[in-house]
């Protein structure tokens, strides 16, 4: 059962090209609930591997921002920072017992991201070795 609804969202979701923002819309996984997460952890497990995959998450709320960059989420003149898009374009990192050990939100975006995806604001790097 896994195996057909995760290879079905590969193929209605594979590259994220979407016109707009509204396209996108369905697809948007928070991560508490991701079916993409819980599809990566089965395998991982399943496989005794690592699993890279990504997946289009919902955008920080200022608060978030705020948290995870340690700091005012604001620009110099004060004002809030709006998101660019409606979700963000996350990759996670899961262990072979199925359990997620990073998440990435892209940062350098396609021109087919433009649309639909708030870019991330840090860099990665990551050992799973």
Not at 7 to 18: I, T
Not at 30 to 54: F, M
Not at 80 to 93: D, H, L, T
Request: with cysteine.
């Amino acid at each position: 059962m896994m195996e057909s609804f995760f290879s079905e969202s590969v193929r209605r979701v594979a590259g994220y090209v979407f016109p707009n923002a509204e396209s996108i819309t369905p697809f948007v996984e928070h991560p508490d609930k991701s079916p993409s997460r819980q599809a990566c952890a089965e395998i991982a497990q399943r496989l005794k591997c690592y699993v890279v995959a990504g997946y289009p998450a919902p955008t920080l709320t200022p608060e978030e921002s705020k948290e995870q960059a340690g700091s005012d989420a604001s620009d110099p003149a004060g004002e809030s920072k709006k998101p660019e898009g409606i979700a963000r374009n996350n990759a996670i990192v899961v262990d072979p017992n199925g359990e997620v050990v990073h998440e990435y939100t892209k940062t350098n975006m396609f021109e087919a991201d433009l649309p639909w995806a708030q870019p991330g604001e840090f860099g990665v790097e990551y050992d799973i070795s």
